[in-house]
């Protein structure tokens, strides 16, 4: 039995990925939880033909979260407001992470166990807020944290295919580092299969990806940042965990992690400098993140200098994040 919850349902990721959710053969249960219009989305998709049993929860003065998550294996958590054009993703983090703060003060009363994927911006804070807060109740395993940076990952492997031709779903690029402009790093030279970008066409493609989310906030004018793109990527990467937990070998994907808390993941602390967190490769397993993957030894000069300004972006996104729940003294 795998029950699933959707934190922030009613919105426009929260939607589309709980229908991805409700239809998937891996979701026994499915609840959804939002600050409004969860009835009316959760009745729309109680209707559908699947074997998943959908509930959905309000407020109710903290027992609809305690109802949402009771028994949960899995959140995922969309909720916060999105980038209007001309805002950073950091700008979103005043309203954003004190959301991700609450909402994951409820899982670790109500399902210290699950495991925990952060959809919420600016991603490279709102997952040390979520560590620093199970660290506070004292279920953090890093193994079960993971920040989803798997819309990278999509968007990288289209627009590869932008440029060299042939199917988006032939090519596999591992997107390491964060997920905001900069911080982004994806290692062209490590896609799967071997492929050569044409050198007068790699920095725009490194900057399309970089800034891929930049092109839908602007061509939405005003009414929000990628949906329906980030359902299938978010779900995409809920799929491959549950797959892996039934028990499926070989699965692995980008993710931003504790590097401290994962296995392997030592390596990649040494490799950038000492940053807490930082996405790379990771193996999942059926306890959550197996093993972290380390493909930075094999960057090339031009991807080492993208890591260097990702690594300058992420230090402070990281403290930011952090020192909002647990303060250093100064
Ligand atoms: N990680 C990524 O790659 C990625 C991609 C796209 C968007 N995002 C981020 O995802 C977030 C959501 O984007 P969206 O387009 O769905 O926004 P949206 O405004 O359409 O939906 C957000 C939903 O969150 C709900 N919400 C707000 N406060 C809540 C709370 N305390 N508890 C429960 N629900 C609450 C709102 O009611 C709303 O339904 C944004 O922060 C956005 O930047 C991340
Ligand atoms: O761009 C945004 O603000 C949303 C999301 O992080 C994205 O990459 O599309």
Redesign the pocket.
Known sequence: MVKAAV??A?????QPLSLLLAISPLVDELSL?????TPGVGADLSHINSKAKVTAYLPEEGKGLEKALTGTDIVVI??????KPGMT?DD?FKI?AG?VR??VTGVAKYSPKAFVLI???P?NSTVPIAAEVLKKHEVFDATKLFG??S??VVRASTFVADVVGGSPTDYKVPVVGG?SGETIVPLLSQITPKTEIPSDKLEALVKRIQFG?DEVVKAKDGT????LS?AY?GFKFAESLLRAVKGETGIVEPTYVYLDGVAGGKEVKEAVGGLDFFAVPVELGPTGAVRATNPLPQANEYEKTLLEEAKKGLAGNIVKGTEFITPTSK
């Open positions: 934190l922030g009613s919105g426009g990721i929260g939880y939002d600050v409004v219009n969309p909720a916060g407001i999105p980038r993703r979103l954003n959301i609450d909402l959809i919420s911006n991603v989803v940076t819309l990278d997920h989310g929000g940042s990628a949906t980030m990527a």
